[in-house]
């Protein structure tokens, strides 16, 4: 692996957060400070609902982020995660690569069973990039509703 990818600190909050925006822009999401922070803090403290990793590339700055939470699947008989978030600033460096390998290991060495994962229509280059690591596209449909 050339790229650092480690665990994030609650002291990488503010940075998290500035990467955040910058992954809503990219992706054509309304970034809201108060809301990211509210899902942020608590992968910060412990690894209760899932877990941050900052991608570092030289051990003193930040580049990118992927986030997991966990989940749980009768379909699999367990342990099942969503790669929630992932956004790195310098494409086409293998920092991207590199940090999805180092979050599958994480991911085996907890006994996850899948990974899933959800990209936005229009990004073309991140479903290249998972299909290169082994993701395959799911023929389900994924609905949601807030609950507010």
Do not use: Q
């Not at 609650?10 to 990219?26: H, N, R």
């Not at 749980?72 to 460096?93: A, C, N, P, T």
């Not at 936005?120 to 991140?126: H, K, P, T, V």
Request: proline share 2%; with cysteine; glycine share 10%.
């Amino acid at each position: 692996m050339t790229t650092l990818v480690r665990r994030a600190l609650p002291d990488d909050l503010e940075i998290l957060l500035e990467l955040v925006s910058e992954y809503c822009e990219a992706d054509g999401h309304v970034f809201d400070e108060a809301v990211a922070r509210r899902g942020l803090e608590p992968l910060l403290t412990d690894d209760t609902f899932g877990a941050i990793w900052v991608i570092d590339p030289t051990g003193d700055s930040a580049d990118g982020y992927i986030v997991v939470t966990w989940g749980w699947s009768i379909e699999i008989g367990g342990l099942d995660v969503v790669l929630d978030e992932f956004y790195v600033r310098s494409r086409g460096k293998g920092r991207g690569s590199d940090a999805l390998r180092m979050v599958e290991t994480a991911c085996r060495e907890r006994g996850v069973k899948r990974i899933f994962l959800e990209t936005e229509l229009a990004n073309d280059g991140a479903r290249r990039l998972y299909a290169r690591h082994g993701f395959i596209a799911d023929t389900s449909i994924w609905m949601s509703k807030e609950l507010t």
